[in-house]
């Protein structure tokens, strides 16, 4: 994690191809709406989704794995135990794991759970910019949920976040925002019809889960995650006018992105 | 609720145009198997999904949600939990809510547990014969489950049923009819693939919450979910043969539904 | 069960038709990830699919349903409990029962898990070469999980499993073998894009139980799940060559299969 350069468009390749070569398994506990489609998400990329939800073998298989994904979407208390268990055990063999904190601020259960993760440094942080602000409130960083959502508060809070955490945060919205304690990216794929299909963004978690095992740093993933959806949701909408064909689609452009795409038409500021 | 007119397909029409211009936010409890698919019926007609699984959670956002559905497929003890707080809370809110009895009759657990639900008087109740006959017998009606589940006893079950909790009932088939205290409506859209394919039905009930969070009436949102899911399968079957490309366009066609498609293709008698 | 003869591709042919003339009704007690798509291809099948996880009504309905499958992929308390009824009621209605034991061998609570089922003689086993090696381990058949997981060692294990359950065991991989006390069948149909798509390996558990209701021996009923969904995989790949119209042509081969394609292609050694 050593990396101080910016990332650029070669870090996304090599993220890329690290993670075709490698498979990196990622250990989802994720919400309950979503599983299938971020199986078949992180299996097109070219890694390889494990959902084990016990909350015993979940401590056991989070120091199997290579990387862990916490998604709060749809908490219940043995998941909540589950994710108690499994974030310790990955930490302790090091392994990186992303905090996704669907509908933190609004709801009260997953909004206290979020601020119990947060002290246990996800290396990466993925939300919109509501949920970034109210876990930046969270965090004591002065901020609550605002839903105003503006881009630029979220930047600050995502910073904040940064900095407490040692890790990235990922801000997602017509424009991603990769920031970390020092840098921040922006990244400009992405087509509408991502938001018509239900998971896009929690799936966007687990890519972030899968670049963080095969990256330098935890903002070269998230720069990665941000280019290789974004992408693929650009050439999926190209093939595919309508969300039921659209999400089809999406799941080919992930398999069929390369270098070339990525160099050609990756949109990083 | 005060519209004593037929809804016709003026009605139909105007409730699609309110759901794809509100989009109400529609908060599913609902069997495992089918989450992802309700979600993204949902987000292909213009409305927005959300399950929030939590009792605590549950509770606290029916009453932020603008419709609830509770659907007893998959049934465990803590959904039944959430059940219990967020149905009284979506009332206390003034939301419409959908009970979906799934295989209400001869599983014991859900059958106790939809006699209790049935009390709480839902909006609108979307089942098949058998459901709605088997429910009837729960409220006293004097009837029980019939395995020949005939239309015209489930029409006469519904009427029953309507009549008790103030709401409408929507009796699937075949034919589907809308059935509130005093008026009934058919409905004979609809294709034989959509059986074919997993929560097609469960579906329906996630779609007429989003409807009655914009209708005048529960009888109105009954038969715009009966018109609107039964051409979409239409035209999908249009596109379509088999079930796995059936159920990719039956999403598709969802979202290209139109006012000029209701009022040329839609069947109420 | 009193057929002697090897099965051939006629005994595939017979199930598949009996499979779409009865509809056979399978309980699925299985992992959260693969509900829907499994669901999906029974019915694409021509099967009936239910998922009843409440343990009080999965105990009812094992004995109402025409056969039961049991896959360990994403286990909790809950489930466990509703497996540890469900079984023993499905053995008490003469209903054929699957074990699917997913990731058995390297997670501590499945695998335990696995040892208590296995007393309850499942009629087939149906995993990869590493479950079945160390399912058989558990089974004290001396062999315990062997990462390497050759085919031939995989081999012995069934045989050594199906002589202690007195049923039948598929291996599934490259070649899937389908054994019994005293048999072995080789099948050769499928296609690598299987195991790009989540679920496909759970959903042959799901068909083997479906086959199992109608056939005239658990040793057919494996047989036959390798052929139909090997075959359906080899079709499904010359129309789509990326995972996620792969998964959509799936289904419509799944449905599309007959008799002739079945005689022309089927490969059984």
């Keep these: 994690m050593g990396s101080s350069a910016a990332p650029d468009l070669s870090t996304v390749v090599a993220i890329l191809e690290r993670v075709r070569a490698r498979h990196p398994l990622v250990h989802c506990l994720t919400n309950h709406v979503v599983k299938g489609f971020t199986a078949n998400v992180l299996l097109a990329l070219g890694a390889a989704p494990a959902m084990v939800e016990h909350a015993d073998e979940a401590e056991q298989f989070a120091g199997i794995a290579d990387a862990l994904l916490v998604n709060v979407g749809t908490l219940d208390e043995p998941q909540i135990a589950a994710m108690r268990r499994a974030v310790p055990a990955a930490r302790a063999a090091k392994r990186p794991w992303v905090l996704d904190p669907v509908a933190v601020g609004p709801l009260a259960v997953r909004t206290r759970f979020a601020a119990e993760l947060l002290v246990l440094s996800p290396t990466v942080i993925r939300g919109n910019a509501s949920e970034v602000m109210a876990l930046a409130g969270l965090a004591g960083g002065g901020r609550g949920v605002d839903s105003g959502a503006e881009s630029t508060a979220a930047r600050a809070a995502a910073r904040t976040l940064a900095q407490q955490t040692g890790g990235a945060v990922l801000v997602t919205g017509q424009v991603d925002y990769a920031i970390d ?89």
């Design 181 to 269: 304690a020092t840098r921040e990216v922006a990244i400009s794929n992405g087509h509408p019809l991502m938001t018509r299909v239900t998971g896009v963004g929690c799936a966007m978690g687990a890519i972030n889960a899968a670049c963080a095992a095969v990256a330098d740093s935890p903002l070269d993933a998230c720069v990665a995650t941000a280019v290789l959806l974004g992408l693929a949701g650009e050439r999926a909408a190209a093939a595919a006018a309508r969300p039921g064909s659209f999400a089809v689609a999406l799941l080919d452009a992930l398999d069929a992105l390369d270098a070339d795409a990525i160099r050609a038409h990756g949109r990083i500021a």
